[in-house]
């Protein structure tokens, strides 16, 4: 298993299996009773179990790390969240493509997670989002 992913309720269901053949361990909002439950909680339920959430939601997650980089600097506090993967959605990006993207980036060696945002771009690929 190379990675527990938390799939935001924006996320299609149909990546848990393409992610799982990855040898992923996945778990939703669906799953965990959480549908509907406002986006900081949601990021705060991963980080105190080491889940990367995976979500739709660009504009609110980008602006929940900044705070929580920019918080956690101020008050002097070493917690850091499990990291943030932003996908655009793409109505012709099947979720088997999703899956290889997500973890080919979980599988290298280079990219470090905790507290990182990254973007998921068509032309680019993964790109981190610096603040």
């Given at each position: 298993?190379?990675?527990?992913l938390?799939?935001?309720?924006?996320?299609s269901?149909?990546?848990?299996p393409?992610?799982e053949r990855?040898g992923?361990?996945?778990t939703?909002t669906?799953?965990?009773?959480r549908?509907?439950?406002?986006?900081?909680?949601?990021?705060?339920y991963?980080?105190?179990?080491?889940w990367t959430?995976v979500?739709?939601n660009?504009r609110?997650?980008r602006?929940?790390?900044d705070a929580w980089?920019?918080?956690?600097?101020?008050?002097?506090?070493?917690?850091?969240?499990?990291g943030?993967?932003v996908?655009?959605p793409?109505?012709?990006h099947p979720?088997d493509s999703?899956?290889?993207a997500?973890s080919?980036?979980?599988n290298?060696?280079d990219?470090?997670?905790?507290?990182?945002?990254y973007?998921w771009?068509?032309?680019n690929?993964?790109?981190?989002?610096?603040g």
């Amino acid at each position: 298993m190379t990675g527990s992913l938390y799939l935001d309720e924006d996320v299609s269901l149909h990546l848990v299996p393409a992610l799982e053949r990855l040898g992923h361990e996945v778990t939703t909002t669906r799953g965990e009773r959480r549908l509907g439950a406002p986006d900081p909680h949601q990021l705060f339920y991963a980080a105190e179990r080491g889940w990367t959430i995976v979500t739709h939601n660009r504009r609110d997650f980008r602006l929940l790390h900044d705070a929580w980089l920019l918080w956690s600097r101020r008050w002097g506090v070493e917690r850091s969240h499990s990291g943030i993967l932003v996908l655009k959605p793409y109505a012709a990006h099947p979720a088997d493509s999703f899956a290889s993207a997500i973890s080919k980036l979980l599988n290298d060696s280079d990219v470090s997670l905790a507290s990182s945002l990254y973007e998921w771009q068509r032309s680019n690929g993964w790109v981190r989002f610096l603040g």
